[in-house]
């Protein structure tokens, strides 16, 4: 454990870590109210975030953890690197999987808080996923890119934009003729601008009004305390080794036989540390699957997050305690140009994360967490086409629409609407109302399925239907629907989720047959998508199930009565209430 | 007390009832008695013979003699709060049955926090109802209404006892065909259903939002219009003709019928009082428009804003247990945050302290109540500090022990952090103040407001606690302390003017403006102000008229409110003005503006309020009596240690004389600490000005 001098009091560092926690907010407001995409303005697929000087991770509020817990890191030294001169008045723009960004379509904004000396105190950072990135495939997750050529995203590997706070006009000029529909594009890039200089002006206001050595004193302090609240967590873990793996889905051309991931996790509670091995994988492969360095470190972080079971603030202090070992090469390790990353922040990574927290689980009961339900259901498809309606035209966005499947942890059923454990829950769902009036769609209807649960002694959150297609107009889709082979794993005899389906009601009532997990499909005014997402996998044996929770899960819907019975081993009288007597034999025997 | 005429205003909150009373052209005062939870009528009651005692006249005579009752209430948020509210069904638009409970995602505390239950739907999933229909979002009709199929389902609801129904479909607001003839159904076969169409009630876009909405007004409405008849009756029989008005979340009042049919208007209804108070004591005293408007209670502490004048208002006001649902309607923007005297001070495995959640509440309350509390609370630390005189507690009224406190803060807070006792009190007292500025902070940030440029107007019993820190902290100087800030809201109920909204959605773009569809809403809203001010009975001189738009950027889905300063637009010359005024707001906001772009106007608006008052000045209310005589006890100040402090009393204070801290400045319900660096004057309406003395 570290100990240090301290400058610092209890009390002073609670008042400044909120100072801290409250900028990344400000950033985060003024993101989510100016952007001009559902994808950002209502789904808050983005993140904002402030490092030290020297490139930790300080603060990060509540943005995605998948964007976030490594990766600003590495692209805040790149910056350093490329321009060893930060002057006031720069912006730069990241968007590089080779140099430390989650993935192409995450466009991030780097700007440096320089005070009136000149001197570069931090870092503020906002990374925005981009509803089109210039892809040759109108998606943001190109899985069929066999190379960063063929994926076809404009890179910008840490490119200035601003100067003296005035637009570098002629590298936006060659973001308008490569993004589709780019007056959109414009306002999500003054959005992701906007968010980084709020984060800059109330830094330096802070530089201001703190005194000089308490502030400089801080970041590492709040680093020796988090490790510290790391350390009192990890040794409440069970110690031990274990290997886990998982399965992504078969792609037709892309990934014919599916592929499987395996983690090495070893908990040392003595030593209070955690490692990590993801060396143990294939190599990079010819498709848009594999992870960037970022992703790879972030997803097993966050599998570890998830499962201390006590809250840890995450920044570079608490990040002392995890090893990650990542290998060159390596479809979860460090990607070698020009493979694509297109898709490094969902399927494998989802995955990664995962079984990272399912390995915890294996250690011992009460600790841990079964599997999420699995990335990008076709509710969450990109979309594109042209709006016929007055004020109309070219249109590319990506869906956030029914998407459910909280895992089950040890003592808590899954959080309905997570939205992937990457995304912890703090993706925002589309309003019906504000998507219809925006794009020329119909969203016919967004049920929760019953029986889809995996079932345990807490359950996972159903999985969720949901019925869309365009009003006017033609309509294609793009999705990454994992999950429609291999379900979520549960954990400690808790059962999987149920696995997810894709197919089209056309107009005349017909349907096409089941489609598979990575489509592009065109349809019709009357024609409609169903999206089935999966369910998250349960914890604990099912017939261990507080009986009371499998009543209300009954009253509510979400369970048939069949099921209580034959899954749960409860058994309900006609009125809905519960047979005590008739449950416990059937319990016992 | 003559024969004049007599305006009650009264604030009925957890703890205590609060009443102002005024006679024409005199100085109005103000009376506390308990809450009487089982029937609030009474505790009501009991403050009116408080007055009657005072002034020698019976209750029947002084209610006789008043036109006008103004009530402001927390009911209808503790009947959400404790889910105490009818047994409600929920009809929506075929396929979205679960509206309400996805939400609009989002919700957990915490990003690795996975011990939280998923909340459950205001309404559950069994007793909402899909009605076969669907409206487009241009108001075509995609899926006509099935009647026979909905008569069905009415008929189930009947035998299922349903006490009260909700209805939202999506697109109402652009289209209310279905709405309207789901409600002329349900009066035909559920005749004296209470229930709420959404179109009618909130006809904004976001379905999740108007769902709530309804959903919440429906399941509030037999309750809440038995509570109406409840006090309109209990008054009555003591006497009282005049006219009964309900203080409303948005600051104003409607007259108590009114409210009994939209209740969902009642939610926040005290603490709206506060900023109207607030305003009023800043216009007396000449402060400025723009301040930080604090109320100190006994478990939280409120923030409201003046904004150039104005109470800014919020769409997202939560309500009940942990904030779980929306009432998706415009309130006062305020904020309450577990800050209060009873919030409990603790150190975790990792040293760092921190204030609550946990408040040990009335009881067993603070450690200093020796009633088994052992946990130090912010007011153990006032104790600790000697802000508070352990024998003037409550004015007097009740015994606390400072040893208890003393011990508390030793065990739990000063040794875990190796400080003394009176550092660790002071550390406790500043990190409470810290959570107050949060809460300011994150108001002002989403109201634009920069607490540099405010001042404070601090209310609530423990006002003068904290009042001088929270300024320093945030720089939001001078502070203004009224004499009756200890019943802001009910000082507020009676200041309240008669007060309404309309608005029109109707989307209008800057570079194609069509002159003749924006002069028909806005002579249209001009009617409809016309109207309420002829209902209002007040006088057109004594009512005014504000217009603004909700406007964005194309393409975006969030609008900024930008006030109007013309009821019509003539030529491109007030097109472009209007445009001038967003840029610079969003950049103002957001930090980037789009000069190149067109503004798209959403939603037209109009506020219109009507002066119960007309010209005629409130003086401030005065307090009821104080102690005298001027003392002095120690008072520990951080860095300096402890220092005798001389303690004066609030009414012995010189108009205009400036008195330099330390200070302690007491009243029976409140007591003002003001440290080194501070002083204070009496303004000419009664008010302590506290200002920093450098």
Redesign the interface.
């Known amino acids: 454990m570290t100990k240090a001098n301290k400058t610092l ?3 002073k ?3 400044i870590n ?1 100072r801290f926690e ?1 900028i990344v ?2 950033m985060t ?2 993101l ?7 994808i950002l ?2 789904g ?1 697929d983005f993140s904002c975030c402030i490092l030290t000087h020297d490139h930790k991770m300080l603060a ?1 509020a ?2 995605l ?1 998948i964007h976030v817990m490594s990766g600003p890191d590495l692209m805040a030294q790149c910056m350093a690197e490329f321009f060893p001169t930060l002057t006031k008045g720069d912006a730069f723009l990241h968007n590089s999987p080779y140099h430390g960004n989650s993935h192409a379509a995450d466009w991030t904004m780097l700007v440096p808080v320089v005070d009136d000396s000149g001197t570069h105190r931090f870092t503020v950072m906002a990374k925005a996923h981009l509803a089109d990135c210039g892809n040759a495939v109108p998606t943001t997750y190109s899985a069929g890119a066999g190379d960063v050529f063929e994926e076809g995203a404009l890179i910008f590997p840490c490119v200035k934009v601003q100067e003296n706070y005035q637009n570098r006009e002629d590298v936006l000029r060659m973001a308008k003729v490569r993004i589709r529909v780019p ?2 594009w ?2 999500d890039f ?2 992701l ?2 968010a980084a ?2 984060g800059e ?1 109330k830094l330096l206001e802070l530089i201001d009004e703190l005194d000089t050595d308490e502030l400089n004193a801080y970041p590492e302090e709040w680093f020796n ?2 490790e ?2 790391m350390v ?1 967590a990890i040794r409440k873990l069970p110690h031990g080794k274990v290997t886990v793996s998982a399965w992504h889905d078969p792609i037709p051309e892309v990934l014919p036989d599916g592929m499987e991931i395996k983690a090495h996790v070893a908990v040392d509670s003595e030593q209070a540390t955690i490692s990590v091995d993801m060396t143990d994988n294939p190599d990079c492969q010819p498709c848009g699957l594999n992870l960037t360095e970022a992703t790879s470190r972030t997803a097993a972080m966050i599998g570890i ?2 499962s ?1 079971g006590s ?2 603030p ?1 920044n570079a202090g608490s990040f002392r305690r995890l090893t990650v070992a990542l290998r060159e090469n390596c479809v979860v390790g460090k990607p070698v140009h020009p493979h694509s990353c297109s898709v490094a922040t969902t399927n494998l990574a989802e995955l990664v994360a995962n079984s990272v927290a399912r390995s915890i689980a294996e250690l011992g009961d009460g600790f841990g ?1 079964a599997a999420t339900g699995k990335a990008s259901p076709a509710a969450t498809a990109v979309i594109s086409g042209n709006d016929p ?1 007055p ?1 109309g035209g070219p249109f590319v966005n990506q869906l ?1 629409l ?1 998407f ?1 499947g ?1 895992a089950a ?1 040890p ?7 997570i ?1 992937g454990i990457g995304a ?6 589309d ?4 998507l ?3 794009y020329p769609l ?7 399925i019953p029986d889809s649960e995996g079932a345990g002694r807490y359950c996972g ?1 159903p999985g969720c239907k949901v ?1 869309f297609g365009p ?1 006017a107009g033609d309509l294609t889709a793009v999705w990454l629907s994992e999950g429609t082979t291999y379900p979520p794993l549960g954990v400690q005899g808790g059962h999987d989720g149920s696995k997810a389906q894709q197919y089209i009601c056309y107009a005349d009532g017909s349907k096409s047959e089941p489609l598979g997990t990575y489509e592009r499909v065109s349809i019709y005014p009357g024609d409609h998508i169903v999206s089935i997402s999966t369910g998250g996998a349960g914890y604990g044996r099912p017939e261990q199930r507080n009986p009371a929770r499998v009543q209300r899960d009954v ?4 369970v048939s009565e069949q099921r209580a019975r034959d899954c749960y081993k409860v058994v309900l009288d006609k009125a809905g209430n519960i047979d005590q007597q008739a449950t416990e034999n059937f319990r016992a025997g | 007390m003559s024969a004049k005429r007599i305006t009650f205003a009264a604030d009925t909150g957890g703890t205590f009832t609060d009443l102002v009373v005024q006679e024409t052209g005199e100085r109005p005062r103000f009376y506390k008695r308990s809450t009487t939870p089982s029937d609030p009528v009474v505790g009501l009651l009991n403050a009116v013979k408080a007055v009657s005692d005072d002034v020698n006249e019976p209750v029947a005579s002084l209610l006789a003699r008043s036109d006008l009752f103004v009530f402001g209430t927390t009911r209808a948020t503790n009947a959400v709060v404790t889910g105490s509210t009818a047994k409600t069904a929920l009809l929506v638009s075929q396929g979205h049955t679960d509206t309400l409970l996805f939400r609009e995602g989002g919700g957990r505390r915490s990003l690795f926090d996975y011990s939280q239950e998923y909340p459950q739907p205001f309404i559950p999933r069994g007793l909402t109802y899909e009605v076969r229909e669907r409206i487009s979002a241009t108001g075509d009709v995609i899926v006509a209404l099935d009647e026979a199929k909905l008569v069905a389902l009415l008929q189930q609801l009947r035998e299922q006892d349903i006490e009260a129904i909700a209805v939202a479909l999506l697109w109402s607001p652009i289209n209310d065909s279905h709405e309207q003839r789901v409600g002329e159904l349900i009066r035909q076969h559920l005749p004296g259903m209470p229930f709420t169409l959404s179109s009618q009630l909130n006809p904004s876009l976001r379905e999740y939002r108007r769902t709530s909405s309804a959903a919440i007004d429906a399941a509030l409405k037999p309750l809440m219009s038995q509570f109406f008849r409840n006090l309109d009756t209990g008054l009555k029989n003591e006497g009282f003709t005049g006219r009964l008005l309900i203080m409303t979340s948005s600051g104003g009042v409607l007259d108590a019928a009114a409210v009994a049919e939209t209740p969902i208007h009642s939610i926040g209804s005290g603490p709206a009082g506060a900023p109207v108070a607030a305003r009023y004591f800043a216009e007396l005293d000449n402060m400025g428009k723009t301040a930080i408007v604090t109320d100190a209670g006994g478990t939280t502490y409120d923030v409201s804003l003046l904004s150039n004048g104005q109470i800014p208002k919020t769409r997202e006001t939560m309500v009940g247990k942990d904030g779980a649902y929306i009432t998706g309607f415009p309130s006062v923007d305020a904020r309450s945050v577990g800050a209060g005297g009873g919030s409990i001070a603790w150190v975790d495995s990792g040293g760092m302290l921190h204030i609550g959640p946990m408040s040990a509440g009335a009881d067993p309350g603070p450690a200093c109540y020796g009633r088994g509390g052992d946990k130090p609370t912010v007011t153990d630390a006032c104790l600790v500090l000697g802000y508070i005189d352990p024998d003037y507690f409550m004015g007097g009224t009740m015994q606390v022990n400072i040893d208890l406190a003393r011990q508390a803060i030793m065990h739990d807070v000063a040794e875990p952090l190796g400080l003394d006792l009176y550092d660790a009190a002071d550390a406790i007292v500043e990190l409470a103040t810290e959570h107050m500025a949060m809460a300011i902070e994150s108001i002002t940030l989403n109201q634009g407001i920069d607490p540099e440029n405010s001042f404070t107007i601090a209310g609530g019993g423990g006002a003068g606690l904290y009042c001088g820190r929270v300024a320093r902290r945030l720089n939001s100087w001078p502070v203004l302390i009224p004499e009756a800030s200890a019943a802001m809201s009910a000082t507020g109920a009676m200041l309240s003017d008669l007060q309404a909204s309309f608005m029109v959605t109707d989307l209008v773009r800057t570079e194609r403006f069509d002159y003749d569809k924006v002069g028909a809403i806005m002579a249209d809203l001009k009617a409809r102000c016309q109207e309420f001010i002829s209902d209002s009975g007040v006088e057109q001189s004594a009512a005014t008229i504000d217009f603004y738009v909700e406007a964005r950027y194309p393409q975006q889905v969030w609008e900024i409110s930008v006030a109007l300063d013309v009821d019509t637009f003539s030529s491109e010359a007030d097109v472009a003005k209007m445009e001038q005024l967003f840029h610079q707001q969003h950049e103002q906001l957001f930090a980037i503006r789009d000069d190149d772009s067109p503004i798209e106007v959403v939603s037209w608006g109009v506020n219109v309020r009507c002066s119960l008052r007309g010209d005629e000045q409130m003086p401030s209310p005065s307090a009821p009596g104080n102690r005298s005589g001027s003392q002095s006890r120690a008072v520990y100040y951080f860095g300096k240690g402890q220092l005798d402090t001389q303690v004066l009393q609030a009414q012995d204070l010189e108009t205009g004389k400036t008195y330099p801290g330390p200070l302690l400045v007491e009243s029976p319900v409140t007591t003002l600490v003001i440290d080194t660096a501070s002083s204070i004057q009496r303004s000419a309406s009664g008010s302590i000005i506290v200002t920093p003395s450098q």
């Not at chain 1, 003592?411 to 609407?417: A, E, I, K, Y």
């Not at chain 1, 009253?555 to 979400?558: K, L, P, R, S, V």
């Open positions: 009091n209890g009390h560092l609670a008042l909120n409250g907010r400000a407001n003024t989510l109210r100016t952007a001009r995409s559902t303005n209502t808050r990060m509540e943005s953890p007056d959109v414009y306002g003054l959005a601008l906007g200089r709020i002006r305390y988090s510290n609240l009192a997050f998830t201390l809250v840890v995450p967490m309606r004020n956030m029914g459910t909280g942890g003592n808590v059923d899954g959080w309905m609407t939205i912890a829950g703090f993706l925002m769902r309003s019906v109302e504000i219809e009036m925006k119909y969203i016919k209807s967004q049920h929760v959150a019925e009003l009253a509510h819907g979400f």
